[in-house]
T-cell receptor, first 113, second 111 residues
Framework: EAGVTQSPTHLIKTRGQQATLRCSPI?????VYWYQQALGLGLQFLLW???????NRGNFPPRFSGRQFPNYSSELNVNALELEDSALYLC????????????FGNGTRLTVT | KNQVEQSPQSLIILEGKNCTLQ??????????LRWYKQDTGRGPVSLTI?????NTKSNGRYTATLDADTKQSSLHITASQLSDSASYIC??????????FGTGTSLTVIP
């Protein structure tokens, strides 16, 4: 069974640009979660998608947005990049239901210069 | 306020020794508690998941305990190996499908 895949693995952007990060969930998983992990800090919840709908979002500005496609893959977009957006962005997928475990990808390392 | 706190923040132990990591939470309504292992530069990998009625769950050399009354959990690692060096994250799920993450314990196993 293929795990959660994220692309690209590394991304370097300059301040003010836009970044697009992609995530393919495990086959059969309908929920996709996005997290930000800044260096040395814990995971901060960004967005949750299920069945193509945004179900919840964390305490992040609107320039962080995303979507989930009919095949359940997902995209995270970050507009007007700021230096503090530099972090590891992790995607996780799960089956529906709050008792289902999260399966994480290995993340996209975004560096903003 | 829903929070998850882990201790210690970091820990260094000798290979072969045991260690215990702690997690205290205030998440309500509680659904389940998970322990994850995160190697540097990689995504977290699930070690255990415990629901309200479970007190202990083992996964090889990893044993998690849960006291739902005091809202505390621990992760015990037996006979540590160099490959156990990682960050261990406690995640508590609320019934609203929200997940609350601790900031992790960084474990270093030295030969």
């Amino acid at each position: 069974e293929a795990g959660v895949t994220q692309s690209p693995t590394h991304l370097i952007k300059t301040r003010g640009q836009q970044a697009t990060l992609r995530c393919s969930p495990i086959s059969g998983h309908t929920s996709v979660y996005w997290y930000q992990q800044a260096l040395g800090l814990g995971l901060q919840f960004l967005l949750w998608y299920d069945e193509g709908e945004e179900r919840n979002r964390g305490n992040f500005p609107p320039r962080f947005s995303g979507r989930q496609f009919p095949n359940y893959s997902s995209e995270l977009n970050v507009n007007a990049l700021e230096l503090e957006d530099s972090a590891l962005y992790l995607c996780a997928s799960s089956l529906a239901g709050y008792n289902s475990p999260l399966h994480f990808g290995n993340g996209t390392r975004l560096t903003v210069t | 306020k829903n929070q998850v706190e882990q201790s210690p923040q970091s820990l260094i132990i000798l290979e072969g020794k045991n260690c215990t990591l702690q997690c205290n939470y205030t998440v309500s309504p509680f659904s389940n508690l998970r322990w994850y292992k995160q190697d540097t530069g990689r995504g977290p990998v699930s070690l255990t998941i415990m629901t309200f009625s479970e007190n202990t769950k083992s996964n090889g050399r990893y044993t998690a305990t849960l006291d739902a009354d005091t809202k505390q959990s621990s992760l015990h690692i037996t006979a540590s190996q160099l490959s156990d060096s990682a960050s261990y994250i406690c995640v508590v799920s609320a019934k609203s499908n929200q997940f609350y993450f601790g900031t992790g314990t960084s474990l270093t196993v030295i030969p």
